[in-house]
């Protein structure tokens, strides 16, 4: 089942990448999206690793910290796009945080630099990247979350989730609420949760090379079916 399902998705990710450059340009002036000059592609992307630093965010039962699965995934993820032809801005590149001195309101400092980065790539596109925790273990599987009442957001993570439920073979919804780093972007944000710590399963997955690849593929095929479909 899932090679057939794989190849389903490399077959419809190839057809997208071959009509994606020639219908770019009327989609940006479409979405009314500012073109960003790149060696292929006038699109730019913003990865954003969450948390960083002090800021390990949750932890799985191994120890498995949030931030440092965040920032491999950022990076396999930038390569991809990069590979793509995409422009790549990361705003985390490191194991730090961006928040400067680790005193008191780093959080608050944190978030603020990551928008500074973010408006001054002025994206098409912007993606954060999380991992999930929940009280029971046996809870699994990627969860897309945008913003409440931004339209292209809201298209953007219905497709990424419903990359996600072809996969995992579940019914999800993407999920609004108020999320500060989508709230202060001007352009399509999300928030991917690529799996939750809190599962002993998946968080052991979740650290294999093999799963990276696969997740961040998945979220590239995701945008990629936003884009066609747009």
């Not at 002036?29 to 965010?57: R, S, Y």
């Not at 009442?149 to 609420?177: C, H, P, W, Y």
């Not at 780093?181 to 809190?198: D, K, M, Y």
């Amino acid at each position: 089942m899932f090679v057939v399902w794989k190849s389903k998705w490399v077959i419809a990710v190839l057809a997208v990448l071959i009509s994606v450059e020639l219908a770019l340009t009327g989609f940006l002036v479409a979405k009314n999206f500012p073109a960003k000059k790149t060696t292929l592609i006038d699109f730019t992307v913003v990865i954003d690793a969450g948390h960083g630093g002090i800021d390990g965010g949750v932890v799985g039962a191994d120890g498995t910290k949030e931030s440092t699965l965040n920032l491999a995934y950022s990076r396999t993820l930038g390569e991809i796009f990069e590979r793509a032809g995409f422009n790549v801005v990361y705003t985390r590149k490191s194991e730090g945080g961006l928040y400067g001195l680790p005193t008191k309101g780093f959080k608050l400092r944190d978030m603020r630099e990551r928008k500074r980065i973010i408006d001054q790539a002025q994206p098409n596109m912007m993606i954060s990247v999380h991992m999930n925790k929940f009280s029971a273990s046996y809870r699994s599987g990627p969860q897309v979350f945008y913003q409440q009442g931004e339209e292209e957001g809201r298209s953007l993570a219905e497709s990424l989730q419903r990359v996600f439920n072809d996969m995992t073979g579940k019914e999800r919804q993407a999920i609004a609420g108020d999320y500060y780093v989508c709230r202060e972007t001007s352009c399509p944000a999300v928030i991917v949760e690529c799996g939750f710590l809190s599962n002993p399963e998946e968080c052991a997955a979740l650290q294999t090379d093999s799963y990276r690849e696969e997740i961040c593929n998945l979220i590239f095929s995701g945008t990629m079916l936003y884009l066609y479909a747009g």
